[in-house]
């Protein structure tokens, strides 16, 4: 509300000074941005409309301190709150969340940056922003070829593909068609996400368990996305299952009984997650997550995919962390190379999260003496890092760890 505003204000006194129309000013340049206001579901329209109204109703309470001119301006010239309701449309699908450096959870207010917001979307992006103090600075991730279109990413990209997709959808009403979307790999995860493993598969089959034919679509999207509408539907069906590589069949009792533990597996994991948090206040918090993540763990296995979920990445990562502080470097390195595959799974080539995790990892490597893996973990790692050149204490530290991994190598 504060910034549009603030927004609305600057609007109004450009176009008050303007001597010209025709000069190109920062008001016509906020105007050229995209809104997606009339593409907007009828919900999302009315959610603007009314914040809209609401930040008007500021505007104007504020009475004598916005100049009588401008608020005519506003009200004649802007045409009131379908006026307000765009300019905050564009503001949701443009502005940048400012976030502390070093630090990129750590929002502190948003931005519109005129100039970076030419810079289309990929959930595998090429280009990351980075702020120092409020002003934002782009770097590449990889050496870009000549020719190629500079990326940076609107959400989260840590997600499944289905998660992503929806997101985009919802917040800048686009499909994404990246190179990542539309990657063999990326579809056999987004299988991997959905299928459960063959039942034959102690027997070396590695096929996925699936509903048949027409079936499987809408089990996906259950899967996928739960909580939605029409879950109840969804979930009292039954399915069949069929192994899409030997055919291996699961009648509907028991992929219903799989499902239940898949369920359960994941009751343990958010269990997990919430002891983690409790931890410094609790002192069973360690040894009760690790039960809960057993606990999760052998329901996964019996329902036979891997971890691949950002929360369960948490999970082992914490654990990583805290067993690491406690000096438990074994069981440290045990849960930060667990976690590996699932963020492999979750996140693009050149991704930060992975670069932080296997720094991490690497310094525990490292104490155990392994000094080949230390060097494998820091140089992918340093890889990335490098790129951010910020002054996090950890970069120096990883840099240090390569050199010193490089020379005990001999390489
Ligand atoms: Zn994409
Ligand atoms: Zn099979």
């Given at each position: 509300?504060l910034?549009?505003?603030r927004?609305l ?17 920062c ?5 050229a ?14 959610l ?13 309470s ?5 100049p ?5 301006i ?13 300019l ?32 289309n ?48 959808i ?12 539309t990657?063999v790999?990326e579809?056999?995860?987004?299988q ?9 598969r ?27 509408n ?42 997990a ?12 918090a360690?040894?009760m997550?690790?039960?809960?993540l057993?606990?999760a763990?052998s ?6 995919v891997?971890?691949?979920s ?24 045990e ?18 999260l ?12 490292w ?17 990335v ?19 010193q ?7």
């Amino acid at each position: 509300m504060l910034m549009v505003d603030r927004l609305l204000q600057r609007v109004a006194m450009e176009i008050d000074t303007v001597a010209n129309p025709n000069d190109r000013h920062c008001h016509q340049a906020v105007e050229a941005l995209v809104d997606h206001y009339d593409e907007a579901s009828p919900s999302r329209r009315k959610l603007i409309d009314e914040v809209a109204a609401g930040s008007l109703v500021f505007f104007w309470s504020r009475g004598s301190s916005a100049p009588s001119k401008i608020s005519t301006i506003v009200s004649k010239r802007l045409g009131g709150y379908k006026y307000v309701a765009k300019l905050l449309s564009r503001l949701e699908c443009n502005a940048f969340a400012i976030t502390v450096a070093g630090k990129v959870s750590h929002q502190i207010g948003q931005g519109l940056f005129l100039d970076a917001t030419m810079f289309n979307h990929s959930c595998e992006p090429n280009c990351i922003q980075l702020f120092q103090g409020t002003s934002l600075r782009l770097r590449t991730l990889r050496p870009i070829f000549q020719g190629e279109e500079l990326t940076i990413a609107y959400i989260d990209v840590n997600q499944h593909k289905a998660a992503r997709q929806s997101g985009l959808i919802a917040g800048y009403g686009f499909v994404c068609h990246c190179a990542r979307c539309t990657s063999v790999e990326e579809a056999w995860w987004d299988q991997r996400v959905t299928g459960m493993g063959c039942p034959l598969r102690g027997r070396g089959c590695v096929g996925l368990s699936l509903p048949k034919g027409r079936d499987a679509a809408l089990f996906r999207a259950w899967r996928t996305m739960k909580g939605g509408n029409g879950r109840k539907a969804v979930e009292s069906r039954t399915w069949a299952h069929l192994c899409t590589s030997c055919g291996a069949q699961r009648d509907e009792k028991e992929v219903k009984r799989l499902e239940q533990e898949f369920l359960a597996a994941e009751e343990h994991e958010k269990k997990a997650e919430e002891c983690l948090k409790e931890y410094g206040m609790n002192p069973n918090a360690l040894v009760m997550a690790t039960g809960m993540l057993e606990g999760a763990k052998s329901g996964y296995a019996r329902y036979g995919v891997p971890y691949v979920s950002i929360r369960m990445h948490y999970v082992l990562a914490r654990l990583m962390e805290l067993n690491f502080a406690t000096q438990d470097f074994k069981s440290a390195v045990e849960y930060g190379t667990l976690a590996a595959p699932s963020l492999e799974a979750i996140c693009p080539r050149n991704s930060v999260l992975i670069a932080y995790h296997l720094a991490i990892l690497a310094k525990v490597v490292w104490l155990l003496g392994d000094c080949k893996t230390t060097l494998k973990y820091t140089s992918r790692a340093m890889r990335v890092l490098q790129l951010i050149d910020n002054d996090d204490p950890l970069i120096s530290e990883i840099k240090a760890l390569l050199e010193q991994a490089r020379r005990a190598c001999g390489s």
